[in-house]
């Protein structure tokens, strides 16, 4: 039941977490290496090739988000994987900014963090999706080709701004949006700090899509953050296919 | 003002000069015309250099002289001829005329200098009080400057904001007195004597205080762009002092904060090993039930002390932000959705609803306080209902506040607990037995709404179960759903 699940850098300036997860990760099935600082991971990165890179954000040296920006920049298919504590949603906002995958507050247990590892690993081996692809994700499908939505089935009505922001949403499927990079990427580079139009346009969306507007099963708020669209199918029923 | 002894000097040049000119024109055997002018001469130098009464009385000799020694008959005072007295009378009209407007002309030259030299001085002024030190009080600089600059005898200023009379120079007590008494009358005062004025300080038109100045130099007019000078060095002053404690409160917090970080760091630290670990080998499966039981404590009881951490660190945070509220205009409806969205994992099956009600409403307050707050709530309503019953969160404005409120069905608080579970680390006795609290969160709650200058309570019985309140001072109203129904028009 554990085959190799991937490569993975554990980058902390703490010893004990690095023990603490390298021994379970390793436990895991995951091949794991470990570097102390932001520096160490840059060359780490440079040498070997990994799956996923878990990045302390608050190391002395160049810190975490520098060193994300850096991998970011050489290594674009890298799955980048913050570290974070809580109260620290600047912080997460400038990771993701910075061009990490997705972040995981400290302290985390570990199922949940080998769930996000995994989804990376399968990201970043993926092959490049066709853009005009149907995405499926649960019950909700997406047709960007011919501008269409389905909710089992039926056909739902989106305004063009809607519909940009699923497409944009669900082509992301689990990973965090800031609330900068959506509005840039629906309304263009000009918007950045309208919150209260995302917030309109996801109300609108999730009265669409959802069962249930106030308890979102798809549409999901990182608080603070953005959104994100759920990536695992959401509905047990879903799972029979 | 000059001295009469002035007056007497000038005449008495005056006359000194007509008597050496009548000498030697008369030895000289000038005619009357020649000395008529040479008269005229004298008359016009004394109005120059001494002034017109000067001149008219030098005049006046002269004529007379010009009468006795130069119109026929001579050494006489009569006059046989009827065109001498024409002659006379127009030189000594034309006299007076004229040292009249050349002693006038000399008298504005003589304003004008003294205008542009107070001018000077009240540039000096102006620009000296923008070095004054502020470290040091402002009153005694600016009152030693005026002295200084203004060669004033003595200057009291009063700072009505402090309360407080600076003087300086001589015989300054009843100088402190008018200043005062300008100030409480609020208008112009003169002194004593011609040279003691006292006037307002003022900004705009409020009156921030008064100074009085005694000083024979000075302007009748000079003190009131003295008063405002003084009123801006005032004002300047403490603006610089409301600053410099605004720095040391923002210093204050940094420092505070960058503790509180430092705090997080190291007690997550640790905690983040053992869950790895603890989770980690609940994960792994290669354990026998007693391991796993034992597992599962550690896991446990790690969450539940970063838990408290957090509830503490929120706590300390709070306490700091009494000083400095980030205050942004909060919509309602907004900060509800972002708490369930962090709370959704942890209803354990609990329904949540949110009445629309909320939707337009805002409050202008800390965003991330609020937040910690109103957790709090949904986290307690989410321990203590019984399992499977929904909670719900309305939001509502009455009487210009705006009131949160989170229900929940389950046991009631009894009627002794309901003010002290807002005390930090109180637990009602029930609670400790059915839930793993920290006694921190309703506390947390409190103090955000009372630094919001809000409050909270809570309503409780068995019928219709348990409602906290949160309420806060109503922000301002506002149409969200409109830039919605632009893009579905289309």
Redesign the interface.
Known sequence: MIPSHGKILIVDDESSIRRALHNTLHGMGFTVDEAANGEAALQLVREEKYDVVLLDINMPGIGGIRACREMRRSLPRLGILMLTVRDSEEDKVLALDAGADDYITKPFNIRELAARIRAAVRRSSASQVDPDAVIRIGIIELDPARRLVRKAGEPVHLTPKEFDMLRYLMAHAGLPITHARLLHAVWGPEYGGELEYLRTFVRQLRKKLEDDPAEPAYLLTDSHIGYRFAEAKPEPVEEKS | MRSQLRVLRGCLAGLASVALVTFCAFRLNLNLSTSGSLYFLIVMMVAVVWGFWEASVTSLIAVNCLNYFFVPPVLTWRVSDPQNWIALATFEITALTVSRLSTRAQDKARAEARQRAEVEKLYELSRRILYLDRRLTIGPQIVSLIQEIFRTESVALFDAALARLDATGTGANDLEELARSAYFQDSALEGADAHTRADVLRLGSRPVGAIAIRGRELGRLAIVPIASLAAIALERARSFEKESRAEAAHQTEQLRTAVLDAL??AF??????????S??????GRLSTDDTELADLI?EQ??HL?RLT?EL??MA?IDAAEVTLHRERV?V??LI??????Y?EQLHGR????SDSASDLEVYGDR?IL?AALEQFINNASRYSTPGSPITVTAEENLGEIIIAVHNEGPPIRPDDRERIFERFYRAEEARHRATGTGLGLSIAKKAAEAHGGRTWVVSDAATGTTFYFALPRGIRRQ??S??RQ??D?
Do not use: F, Y
């Open positions: 997080a760091h997550k630290t640790p905690l983040t090993a053992i869950r790895t670990a989770s980690g080998l609940l994960e792994a896991d790690a969450e970063n957090s660190l929120q945070r919509s409806l907004t959705e972002d708490v369930l969205a962090q959704s329904r949540l609803e949110v991330k937040m969200v759903d830039v919605a893009d579905s289309r």
